[in-house]
């Protein structure tokens, strides 16, 4: 990915083009700007934080899904300033700073997404 794409629309892009209808994020590193991570505290209590300025992507990990042709991307990362505090959480929203480089593990594993009750997040169910 280069600068000023947003990485959501160019997962999607990416997804779509290569039929992934599971995929497992393997390493993501690079830099991100404009992004939002959440934290999830209790069932009606998600509090979502933006950070405007450049970090370095450090981590990445999580799951990609396809649920009846919308993707559904659960993703948490870790990411680092340019005075080395890091910061982390569920990736809500980005722009590419300067470069992604993100490495998929594509699978036939199939699992659906579906709101816990208890918690109210979307929980994954195998298939």
Not at 18 to 45: C, D, H, M, P, W
Not at 55 to 80: D, R
Not at 110 to 123: D, P, Q, V, Y
Request: net charge negative; glycine share 10%.
């Amino acid at each position: 990915m280069f600068p000023k794409e947003d990485v959501f629309e160019e997962w999607e892009r990416v997804c779509k083009k290569y039929k992934i209808e599971t995929a497992v994020v393997l390493s993501g590193l690079g830099q991100l700007r404009q992004f939002q991570l959440g934290y999830f505290k209790e069932k009606g209590n998600y509090v979502p934080q933006d950070f405007e300025n450049p970090h370095e992507l450090l981590s990445l990990t999580g799951n990609i899904s396809n649920q009846g042709g919308q993707y559904n991307f659960h993703l948490h990362a870790v990411l680092g300033d340019e005075e080395k505090n890091v910061v982390g959480g569920h990736l809500i929203k980005g722009k590419v700073e300067v470069t992604n480089e993100i490495i998929l593990f594509k699978s036939d594993l199939k699992f659906k997404r579906e709101i816990e009750e208890r918690t109210g997040l979307m929980g994954m169910f195998l298939e």
